[in-house]
């Protein structure tokens, strides 16, 4: 065996390292392990039509996720992503059915209606200065309560076939709610990493008043993260109601739980001020595959709640053991 040179340990040991600290190797190795285990025992998994539809669902609930990571950044939550998904997803719907705009205007305009709900809650939570479980939980009934009084329960339906296109179209194979996800997590990754308000939310999340002693203004980087977690989160849904061809007063149901544990499995801190936008990608895909392997397995619908549930628990005990 030829000897490594002095010259390239210290290349490859720094590399190793990296990779070792890298807050978001644990998920996928975890992701990449569960990849394999299921194309050998169930090889219906690797077909195009099956990927595309897991491809899909990692993107409805990576987007609410992605939002989420934001708000646990600053050492926050938000519960009423789900909620304000459906709620979006019922106005949007609403107007296109029922006024002349052209389809490919109710996507942004319900993504701006998301983005007010998250100012509602921001409002309390950094202007107010009242505890965001309590906020967010609240406001989660009164969206959802909007909801079922705007449609009685009923879905409005049909979108139309031009408005399809955002939920069952496709760009060179790639479904177009993928490249939506794909598309918010790189711009989101930019802002963190590359721009002050990025830095200013890792600043308050790791330490709040340390942050606002060197002159960061944290309710106004507040505020504006529960906007953009309320517009991610509208964005999900109007996606899924193209998917779906109606706009349905129960979508979003389960897919907080579902974005919360993607992001903690993703490297985010409940804590606030860590995690990493391509940690939570690789966490929607890990919890989109997991869902899909139970239903290829033929295993009861019942126990993905179940098993998601442990995930949550076990996600929760490496955050733990990862801050000490």
């Given amino acids: 065996m030829t000897p490594t040179s002095p010259s390239q340990r210290p290349v490859a040991r720094p590399l190793l390292n990296r990779l070792r600290e890298w807050e978001a190797s644990g998920v996928l190795v975890a992701l ?18 099956n990927l595309g539809v897991v491809a899909r669902q990692a993107s409805f609930v990576g987007l609410i996720a992605l939002g989420q990571t934001l708000v646990l950044l600053i050492g926050g939550i938000d519960l009423s992503l789900g909620a304000a998904a ?93 490249l939506f996800f794909l598309g918010a997590a790189a711009v989101l990754t930019f802002m963190l990493s590359r721009t002050r308000f990025g830095r200013n939310i890792y600043a308050i999340g790791g330490n709040r008043e340390a942050a606002e ?32 061809d109606s706009g349905q007063p129960s979508v979003g149901e389960g897919w907080l739980m579902g974005a919360i544990t993607a992001a903690i499995i993703g490297g985010t801190s409940l804590k606030g001020g860590q995690g990493t936008i391509v940690g939570t990608v690789f966490g929607a895909l890990l919890m989109a595959v997991l869902a899909n392997g139970i239903v290829l397995m033929n295993v009861s619908g019942y126990w993905e709640r179940v098993i998601i549930g442990a995930v949550v628990l076990i996600a929760i005990l490496v955050d733990l053991l990862r801050r000490r």
């Fill in 86 to 178: 459906a709620l979006s997803t019922i106005i949007g719907s609403l107007v296109l059915t029922q006024t002349g705009i052209h389809p490919y205007a109710v996507v942004p305009l319900t993504a701006l209606f998301g983005m007010g709900l998250g100012f509602i809650n921001g409002f309390f939570v950094a202007v107010l200065r009242l505890n965001p479980f309590i906020v967010t939980l609240a406001s989660w009934e009164i969206f959802a309560g909007l909801t079922l009084v705007i449609t009685k329960g009923y879905p409005i339906r049909p979108l139309g076939e031009t408005f399809r296109v955002f939920g069952q179209g496709s760009v060179f194979g790639v479904p177009v709610p993928v």
């Fill in 32 to 49: 990449l392990v569960l990849f394999t285990v299921l194309a050998l025992i169930a090889p219906a998994f690797l077909s195009q039509y």
């Fill in 213 to 244: 002693l060197v002159g960061i203004r944290s309710w106004r980087v507040e505020f504006m993260v529960f906007g953009l977690a309320g517009m991610l989160s509208a964005l999900a849904g109007i996606l899924y109601a193209s998917r779906m």
